[in-house]
């Protein structure tokens, strides 16, 4: 059975700080991996879909990479800023590719 | 293009009540996914339809059910409310039904509280 976990699972930081945030999978085997920034109260947004052949993707000042290996991926934030504060999940399929499995996520504030 | 919506946005029901909500997905999306949302147990999968018909469903009671209208518009209704079943619910909508390259496009939810 697919488990995800991601670590830290708060984190504060000053802004203008660059910041990685890690996810782990159990199940290699993945086709994709999606990382989602979720506002309190709010629905998902996905920021970044990795497919299994890639082994990173960028957006601005997000990068994500994906060690299938390893069962790794992590999310890097460049040059935070307040408007990022927000709690981010990974995502990952179950093992019968049907429905995505979502880590606990991690809840990132950043200071002013 | 409209995002995913979903209708209500709050509801507040009683232990043994029924309740009906409902999403509709972005354009031309045919397949939508539920999720439950709660603080303890995180994101958690319902069901997920495409063509009107439910693909699979994740580890719920019967209480939970769901059906998909010819628009691709959907609707979850759970009966005989329980205190946990407290949450918000999230409805996805992708091009495709699985999991294999498609991006999920998020609704807002619906915040259900039970009391």
């Known amino acids: 059975k697919q488990e995800v976990t991601q670590i830290p699972a708060a984190l504060s930081v000053p802004e203008g700080e660059n910041l990685v945030l890690n996810c782990s999978f159990t199940?290699?085997?993945?086709?994709?991996l999606q990382w989602f920034r979720q506002d309190p109260g709010k629905g998902l947004t996905s920021l970044l879909l990795?497919?299994?052949?890639?082994r990173e993707q960028t957006s601005g000042r997000l990068n994500a990479s994906l060690d299938k290996s390893s069962g790794r991926s992590t999310l890097y934030i460049a040059a935070s800023q307040p408007g990022d504060s927000a709690t981010y999940l990974c995502a990952v399929p179950d093992n019968y590719g049907q429905n995505f499995v979502f880590g606990p996520g991690t809840r990132l504030s950043v200071l002013p | 293009k409209a995002g995913v919506t979903q209708t209500p946005r709050y509801l507040i029901k009683t232990r043994g009540q029924q309740v009906t909500l409902s999403c509709s997905p972005i354009?031309?999306?045919?397949?939508v996914s539920w999720y439950q949302q709660t603080p303890g147990q995180g994101l958690q999968f319902l069901f997920e339809?495409?063509?009107?018909?439910?693909?699979n469903k994740g580890n719920f009671p019967g209480r939970f059910s769901g059906r998909q209208f010819s628009n691709s518009r959907s609707e979850m209704n759970v009966s005989t409310l329980e205190l946990g079943d407290s949450a918000l619910y999230l409805c996805a909508s992708s091009l495709q039904p699985g999991q294999g390259n498609e991006k999920l496009f998020f609704g807002s939810g619906t915040q259900l509280s039970v009391l």
């Open positions: 199940d290699s085997a993945i086709y994709n």
């Open positions: 339809y495409f063509s009107e018909t439910q693909r």
């Open positions: 990795i497919q299994s052949s890639q």
């Open positions: 354009s031309g999306h045919r397949s």
